[in-house]
């Protein structure tokens, strides 16, 4: 797991989620011809979070880009839209989806009929029309943007809670904590 994902993980167990990284879904030969990738290997999600009040699971596609031009999305589509085949192919994400909730069930990882809800978290995205029409995007598609207003505030947030043994918290209670004092 990379360094973002790791912070984007913890931010997530904060808010009640239980987190697993690099998951894992099973595609049948059949499957990955349908979505038009035969020779595929099982498809890797960068994080999945479970809410087991709720029986949501989260998939999370994790986007840093936080010294690059960002995320971009306009007239529509993110761009280079293959790096985003969840948010653009709406034959593969059914597919994804659909066999992640039966692998979580039968592993009694979730309850029956989970609600999966897609999410990207960009520590970067390119410009304010970008974020404009992400968010309207996101909204009209009721997919979840975890964009870098949503990680600062979240950060905050866990700078203000106990001591929790991982770095990108650490970091958050020495950046963020007694600034009052300045």
Same mark, same amino acid.
């Given at each position: 797991?990379?360094?973002?994902?790791?912070?984007? =993980?913890?931010?997530?167990?904060?808010?009640?989620?239980?987190?697993?990284?690099? !998951?894992?879904?099973?595609?049948?030969?059949?499957?990955?011809?349908?979505?038009?990738?035969?020779?595929?290997?099982?498809?890797?999600?960068?994080?999945?979070?479970?809410?087991?009040?709720?029986?949501?699971?989260?998939?999370?596609?994790? +986007? *840093?880009?936080?010294? *690059?031009?960002?995320?971009? !999305?306009?007239?529509?589509?993110?761009?280079?839209? +293959?790096?985003?085949?969840?948010?653009?192919?709406?034959?593969?994400?059914?597919? #994804?989806?659909?066999?992640?909730?039966?692998?979580?069930?039968?592993?009694?990882?979730?309850?029956?009929?989970?609600?999966?809800?897609?999410?990207?978290?960009?520590?970067?995205? =390119?410009?304010?029309?970008?974020?404009?029409?992400?968010?309207?995007?996101?909204?009209?598609?009721?997919?979840?943007?975890?964009?870098?207003?949503?990680?600062?505030?979240?950060?905050?947030?866990?700078?203000? +809670?106990?001591?929790?043994?991982?770095? =990108?918290?650490? #970091?958050?209670?020495?950046?963020?904590?007694?600034?009052?004092?300045?």
């Amino acid at each position: 797991m990379d360094a973002f994902e790791s912070l984007i =993980a913890m931010l997530l167990r904060h808010k009640g989620y239980w987190v697993t990284p690099s !998951f894992k879904v099973e595609l049948t030969k059949e499957q990955k011809r349908a979505i038009g990738l035969p020779s595929s290997p099982r498809w890797e999600l960068d994080l999945i979070a479970y809410q087991g009040a709720t029986n949501q699971v989260l998939v999370v596609e994790c +986007k *840093s880009f936080l010294d *690059s031009p960002g995320v971009c !999305f306009r007239n529509g589509r993110f761009e280079p839209e +293959k790096r985003y085949k969840l948010f653009s192919n709406e034959l593969l994400r059914s597919v #994804v989806f659909g066999n992640l909730s039966n692998q979580l069930q039968i592993n009694g990882t979730c309850a029956a009929s989970p609600t999966i809800r897609l999410c990207l978290a960009a520590g970067k995205i =390119a410009s304010r029309s970008d974020r404009d029409a992400l968010t309207r995007h996101f909204e009209t598609n009721n997919w979840e943007l975890f964009d870098d207003t949503w990680i600062r505030d979240e950060l905050k947030a866990s700078a203000e +809670k106990g001591y929790e043994n991982d770095v =990108a918290f650490v #970091v958050s209670k020495l950046l963020l904590r007694g600034r009052d004092l300045e």
